[in-house]
Every structure is written in structure tokens, then in C-alpha cells.
């Protein structure tokens, strides 16, 4: 890449044009995405057409809607034209409705329904995320029929490793590897040999869950049926992999209590990022009025017996980053598909086994920091280690509880979201230090 | 899996033999580890030679090595001499090194070597992710001898839809796919098809990064070649969503501040459990301990003024979510290689306008909280909501630099965890507080 901008700026053309032909697409498109548009254009011109389409189905989406507002319209027409289904569908779901319709007015017209029935699958859903460029086989071939007709249409196809067999009404009987079609006698039918026990997904289905069956399955492709075991699609593990990516960045975010977005950092607006963050923060926020009720109601008691309060953040934050640990581990379970709600009881056992574990050593390292390294009573050091044991065992059985119960009730386990867990720890912790402190000071 | 599961209880053998050879391999290991460990070793006795290897190769690490101890010796040997060379070595990780010597003492001088070769590579390499079970081509052959040598040797490959091209020191030359070699003529020269701009990586490149190459280039398979660029092993894709999940799940644990284990949940300890969460707990509670010294520092202020304490746990948490808002984007954003260190400045231009933007927010509506619809004084409600916008400030520019910063170091950005930056954060949140209210109050 940096021979590439070093040609740039040299003006070598012509051997720029060489070295660009020794380059892969992704890397072409990343380079384009950090010139300036002349230079990017420039580039772009010299590319052979093959490579540009594959180069502008590896720009950033963002810059894909850039850069097409840089060549002329017959040049963007010829290019989506020449997209692979899926990045074609990806490309017009970005742009707006008007360009749509002028890239798409010389498309034949079945082909023009069949994009607009793509680009109406749900976000997010297998249906969005599927191509159409597969191979189809009939169950009565041989091995040699099947292998001439992957030779006569492969070239276009988005995988030819996984063959589909259908019936004359598009419904899927079978799939096929390449390399069974490669190992087999060249007189098998290809019914013998098809695997009849696979595993398939329907347009609607989420494309978290069909990340988990490429994933358990190990598989390169696979079939999306409509409600009549039609074959409407294939999704492709490079796909797949994207999936995966943009499902734990979503994660991610929900777990830090921000709306999910798809933009990059750098790409996001002061507006954009603020209305993905400005939300939880001010429900949470509202919510943390409780915190202050009860230090409120206990105004007398801080009165008398300042020292009382400061301890507040430590026991705050000790227990807020327990209860994070119990949380994200629970999230991060249930996501791969490691505890179900049927173990509720089996997590709350062991998390009260760990929480007293864990509370009992923080509370004897706490003691000593407070009494004996430390100038606090032993009665003061005595309670605030006795709630460090309480409010940790009380962080752990929510933080691993709350996310099994969203699950429970349809929601993403994520939006138990350490913020949350952590301002609900809050309050508790604050009404366990004063109840504790109550008994033992008498007050 | 319901329908195994009856056939078994009913005891309906040959039944259950017909139905189980339907089923995939992911799913009968699954079934056996939910089954008692007598029920699993009659399933697994059911199960057609070359089903029960596959079957065995898709149990949990954990679970292999629980049920290798319910077979006799020779099946574990026959069954272990049959698994792919990366199931293989994968097994041999997780037994103790006196069984792996067991295993392997029929196993050929050379074969042992290799396996022993592959047992030192360093966790989480591409060395020890990789197979040797690859096809190797020729330059000098046509199209016609490398589908040839395929079939001929296809059948125990990892994958034969890459293919890659050697010398005679086994030194990479290129890369050709089957696609490729089907639908090119077949006199063609393999030389002049191959690819010679190859991705492949080094054995002791780390997994994280062969898998950012997957997902950039969109490949199915990746050589792994020695510092000579000799061919030494493959990675494939199947194994590389196995690294992204694992490498999330480490990511997670890691800003949740917990240590890395690759036990699943239900399988851990509690001893276990603690060992992974107490250390970090422990450093945090410890340096929570300034939070307090702040806190005795600014005693008889809180004692004059005990309602002064009643917004600290507000302002502490509403400051911890907004920094862990902007950690977590950034965490995530480095990760997926969206921003580098030299976005610094960038980051932090964008970072102090959308912290003022939100701070001014959330300082507005907390200003009606207190003073129009609470309780307080006119000074008191101006200053918690002055002092919100500064830490808020605060709290986004240090959770977005300190990710930058820990990379910069070469320490995983994660390690800058949100319990960290929360730590952090409480402190500077009580000096905050209390020095703007030493300013308007005049103590």
C-alpha cells in the first residue's frame, strides 16, 4: 500500500497500473479510502473492470455512497450492475430511494421484483443477508452432468464447494459438496450421493442464529428456504463472518449501555454519537435519584458520623465491578450458548458459593486496610467489612440472574447492561451499608 | 435430539442405530454430554467408525477428556489415530503427558515428531490453530494431473478447495483454488493459473490477527509458512469462527476485569471461578482506598454540609456509565481496527464536543431534578450540575485515551476495563465535586 501512494504521488502511472493488478481488492479499497477523491477517481480508472467491481464491493459503506457521487452515472449504473447479488443489495440499501430507481430503470423487470423483494427482508434477518448466486443440480444427474453445468454456470456463482438439488418446483431435496462430486465415480447419480439431512434456515430467522449454526456445523454455505422448503437463497460463510463481527460490536455496545449503530468511530457524527449515548445516560441517571433519596434519609446519621461516608464509593465500586464480572460472564454465556434458563438455579448456587468466597477475602483484606493499617474504629471497620460480604453477594446474584431473566422474557440479555446492573447495585448497597450501620451503631 | 433421547430410553437399540446415523455429529456430541456417562458410551458404541470420530472430535475439550477415561485403551488410541491432525493435537493439549505418551507410542518416529512439533506452539499462534492436512500441487502440472492428484488424495484433506502450489524445498510458490481448476481447460498449465499474490501468515503470528484476515480477504483457507516460507500447515475458516468466538469471549472477560479461562461456565469450579475474579477485585478495592482518603480528606466539610454526600453516588455513577460508554467504543473500534494511535487527536477533538453535548444535557435536566422539582438550594443544584458537565468531560476523554494508550504500550487495550476506568474515575470525581464546591461555598 505504500508502494501504491508512493506511485500516487510520483505520477507513475504506468507502473502504477501494474502494481495496482498485483493488489487485492480490500486493500485497493482501503488505499482509495484515504486519498483525496481526484486520487481516489484516478485509481479507480486505471483498475481493470473485473477488480473495480470487486474493489467497490470492499469499500466501507459509507464511502461506497461517496464514491459513487464521484463517477458519472452510466459508469455507477454498469458498475452495480455488475455486483455480486448480495453486495448489490447491500450498495442500493444504503443509497436513497430516488437513485434506486434511476440505477435500477433499464433492469429487466422480474430482476427489479426480486430486489425489491431483498431489499424488504428484515434487517438483520437470514433474508437480508442471502444471494441468490448459487449452483442448482437435479437429483436424476450423474456426477459428470453435474460437474458440466458447475463448469457452464460456476463462473458467477458466489460458491460452487455447496450444490443445491431441487425439484422442478424449486423446493430443496439435497445438498452436495464439490468434493463428494470430485470423489465420486463419474457415473453416480448425483441422488445417491447428496446429503438429504441438512442443515437449512428460513428468510426470517435472525442472523445471530444462523452465525451459531455455520458455527457448530463448521459449514461453508447454507440453504434459506421460504415456508414451503423453497430455496430462495444461500448465505456464505464470508458473510458469516461479518455477522459475527457486527453481532459482537452490538453487544458490546449495548452492554456499555449505548444504541447499537453500524457506523464506524471515525465516521460518526458529534450528533450521531450523542444520540446513541445521551439516552441511558439520562434514564440511568434519573434512576441514580434514588441514591440520593437515601442518602438523603440518612442525612442525620453522615451528620453526626461523617466518616460513615467514606466508605460509600469504595463499597459502591467494589460491589458495581463485581456485580460487572457476574454480568458479562452471564451475557457472554448465554450468547455462545453455554447456560440456559433451566440452570438458573445451578448459577445462583454456585455464584453464592463464589460471592461468599470472594466477600469473606475482600472483607479480611478490607479489615486489615481499615484497622490495623488504617485509623478507623473496630466497630466502624468491622461493618463496612461485614456489608463487603453482603452487597458482593448481592452484585453476584443479580449480575448473574437479571441477564438469564431478559433472556427469559424475549429480551437481548446484554441490555443488562453493567450500567444498569451497577446503578440498581448502587441503591442497594447504600440501604445494606445504613441497615447494617444502624444495628451495630445503634442509632 | 428428543427423539434420540426416547429411542435410548426405551431402550430401542436398533431403532435408535438407524435414527442416529441421520443425525450430525454436533448434535449426537451434544446429546452425549447431557446423558449419563453409561447411556453415552452406548450411544457412542452404535455410532459407524467414521460418525464416532467425528462425533468425538465436536465434544468440549473438557468432556473429551472425561469420556476418553470411560473407553478402554485401544478404542482411545484407534479413535485418537483417526482424528484430523488438528483435532488431533487439540486432544493431546488437554491430557496429561503421560497418556499422550501412551497414545502415541505406535505412532511412527516421524509422525511423532511432527506432533510433538506442533505441542510447542504457543497458545493462541497461528501454529497452534493450523492442520498439515492440505493438497499440494506442482507448477509443472496441467489442470487434468491436479484434479487427479485430488481425487487421489483428497478424501483425508482438511480441504481441497485451496490447493497449494510447492517447490521441491517445499517453499510456497502459489495459491489455486478448485474453482479455478474446474473451470479452466484442462490442459492448462497449473503455473499459469496459480495465484502468486498470496495472504498466508507466519507460525507465530498471533490467531486474533489470522483472523482479521480471514474477515478482510474473505478466505477459506490460509497457509501458514516458516520463516523460510516453506509450507508448514493450513488454517481453516471453520477453525477461525471457532478463534473470533473465543477471542470475544476473552475481550469480554477481560473489560469485565476478570482472567481469561476457556472453560465454559457450567464446567468451572468455584475455586476456579475465584481465581479468575478475586485478583482484580482485589487491586480495585484497594485503590478505591484514595476514594476514601478524598472522602476523610474533605470530613468536616461533609459534616457541615451532610446533604453535600447526598449526590455523590449520582455523579460517581452517571460519570462511571458515560466512561465506560466511550472505553467500550473504543475498545471495540481498535479491536476491529477502525481507529489507530494516530486518530488520537481526532478522537479527542470529537470526544470533548460530545462529552460538552451531553454533560450540558444531563447538567439540565439534573438541574430541574433538584432545584425545580427537589428540594435543594438555587448554589447547591448549580454546582452538582456544574460539577456533572466537567466529569463528564472528564470521564469520556479518559475512557477513550487510556484504551489508545494501553495499545500504544503493547498491553490489550480490553486491560483498560471499565472497572478500571471507573476506579480511576471516582476519585477524580470526589476531587471534582468538592473542589468546586469549596469555590462557591468559601469553606
Not at 453464592?352 to 466497630?379: D, E, P, Q
Request: one cysteine or more; a negative charge.
Amino acid at each position: 500500500m505504500k508502494k501504491l501512494l508512493e506511485l500516487l504521488k510520483e505520477k507513475k502511472f504506468k507502473d502504477l497500473r501494474i502494481h495496482i493488478s498485483t493488489l487485492h481488492a480490500p486493500d485497493i479499497a482501503e488505499a482509495m479510502a484515504e486519498v483525496s477523491q481526484k486520487e481516489s477517481l484516478l485509481i479507480f480508472r486505471l483498475l481493470p473492470k473485473d477488480l473495480a467491481v470487486e474493489v467497490f464491493s470492499h469499500m466501507e459503506p459509507s464511502y461506497q455512497v461517496e464514491f459513487s457521487q464521484l463517477i458519472n452515472e452510466d459508469e455507477l449504473k454498469e458498475l452495480v450492475n455488475e455486483l455480486n447479488f448480495d453486495d448489490k443489495i447491500d450498495y442500493l440499501e444504503e443509497i436513497p430511494a430516488n437513485l434506486v430507481k434511476k440505477i435500477l430503470q433499464n433492469t429487466p423487470e422480474n430482476e427489479r421484483r426480486l430486489i425489491n423483494q431483498f431489499l424488504n427482508y428484515p434487517e438483520y434477518s437470514a433474508g437480508s443477508i442471502m444471494t441468490i448466486e448459487f449452483v442448482d443440480l437435479k437429483k436424476r444427474m450423474t456426477v459428470r452432468e453435474a460437474i458440466n453445468r458447475i463448469r457452464k454456470i460456476g463462473v458467477d456463482k458466489e460458491t460452487i464447494y455447496t450444490c443445491y438439488v431441487t425439484d422442478n418446483e424449486r423446493k430443496l431435496e439435497g445438498i452436495i459438496s464439490l468434493k463428494e462430486l470430485i470423489l465420486s465415480s463419474e457415473d453416480s447419480k448425483v441422488e445417491a450421493i447428496m446429503n438429504k439431512e441438512f442443515i437449512s434456515v428460513e428468510t426470517h430467522d435472525n442472523q445471530e442464529d444462523v452465525a451459531d449454526k455455520f458455527l457448530k456445523y463448521d459449514l461453508l454455505a447454507m440453504p434459506v428456504v421460504d415456508s414451503e422448503n423453497r430455496l430462495v437463497g444461500i448465505i456464505t460463510v464470508d458473510d458469516i463472518m461479518d455477522v459475527m463481527e457486527e453481532e459482537t460490536t452490538k453487544d458490546f455496545h449495548m452492554m456499555a449501555g449505548m444504541q447499537i449503530s453500524e457506523e464506524s468511530y471515525l465516521e460518526s457524527t458529534v450528533a450521531g454519537l450523542f444520540k446513541k449515548r445521551f439516552p441511558w445516560l439520562a434514564v440511568l441517571m434519573i434512576s441514580a435519584t434514588f441514591t440520593s433519596a437515601i442518602m438523603e434519609h440518612y442525612q442525620a446519621l453522615i451528620a453526626s458520623m461523617a466518616i460513615l461516608s467514606a466508605n460509600i464509593p469504595m463499597l459502591m465500586g467494589t460491589s458495581g465491578n463485581a456485580g460487572a464480572q457476574a454480568s458479562t460472564l452471564m451475557v457472554r454465556s448465554i450468547a455462545v450458548g453455554d447456560v440456559e434458563f433451566r440452570d438458573l438455579f445451578s448459577i445462583i448456587w454456585k455464584e453464592l458459593r463464589v460471592s461468599f468466597l470472594i466477600g469473606l477475602s475482600l472483607a479480611f483484606l478490607n479489615f486489615i486496610r481499615m484497622y490495623i493499617i488504617g485509623n478507623y474504629t473496630f466497630l466502624l471497620s468491622f461493618v463496612v467489612s461485614l456489608t463487603l460480604i453482603a452487597t458482593i453477594t448481592l452484585a453476584k446474584l443479580i449480575g448473574s440472574a437479571l441477564p438469564m431473566f431478559a433472556k427469559r422474557i424475549g429480551l437481548d440479555p446484554a441490555i443488562m447492561a453493567n450500567p444498569m446492573i451497577s446503578t440498581i447495585l448502587d441503591a442497594l448497597v447504600l440501604i445494606t451499608y445504613f441497615t447494617i450501620t444502624s444495628l451495630f451503631f445503634h442509632f
